[in-house]
């Protein structure tokens, strides 16, 4: 009998070596594994089976990882990391700008496949208990408002709809308001470990930030350096 309380990761592959080579070492890590070798038939099984993460292949059979995503991402905040292809940068900004959680390149180090499935679900059960803390906390910057335990952003009093990782992303800039921070530490503080040296994907995430909040986005681009919010505005 599987254990019913370990975290369940819902792996959608198609390819059966990569799909099983993954399994043998999440399951060998304390993890519930399912497989889906279909996009529709693992959309279906992350809705009917409600995994605590979901290891997502780009290229499906029946609906592509791109799909999947959307389609998950418009129901809630289930963890997603994509496998995409070795130095595909495309794929990863796409996957990262539709709200994945992170990505793996194939072919993958098995041990840093179980962190990355380890640091995602640590921020996301981070995120489900830190409401207890300051949760009234409002940051007010400008046009914008951003109600911390709620995770509400709002631009000019309209709500603005923005992935976990890029709602961490500006609360983190804003808490450090007057401070350079760089990509890597943005990285390590919002990701929560480091990417081996892929800092693209913080750009990927403030772009994404400033065209969801326009004007009122308050994150600068330290040229060299990083990113920061300035101390007043
Ligand atoms: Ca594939």
Known sequence: MADST??????????ANISSFARMYLEAAGFRVSVAERG??????ATEERPSLVLLD??????DGYEVTRRLRAE????????TARDDAVDKVVGLELGAD???TKPFNPRELVARVRAVLRRTDERQVEPAGPEDTVLELGSLRIEVGGREV????????????????????????????TREQLLERVWGFTFLGDSRTIDVHVRQLRRKLGDACPIQTVWGTGYKVAAKR
Do not use: S
């Not at 309209?158 to 401070?179: H, M, S, Y």
């Open 154 to 181: 709002f631009a000019d009093e309209e709500r603005v709809a923005l992935t976990p990782k890029e709602f961490d992303l500006l609360v983190t800039l804003i808490e450090n308001r007057g401070i350079v921070l």
């Open 102 to 104: 992170d990505y793996v």
């Open 6 to 15: 370990a975290d369940h990761v819902l792996i959608i592959e198609d390819e």
């Open 76 to 83: 809630g905040n289930l963890p997603i990391i994509m496998l």
């Open 40 to 45: 529709d038939d693992g959309l279906r099984m």
């Open 58 to 63: 780009l290229m499906l059979p029946g609906m």
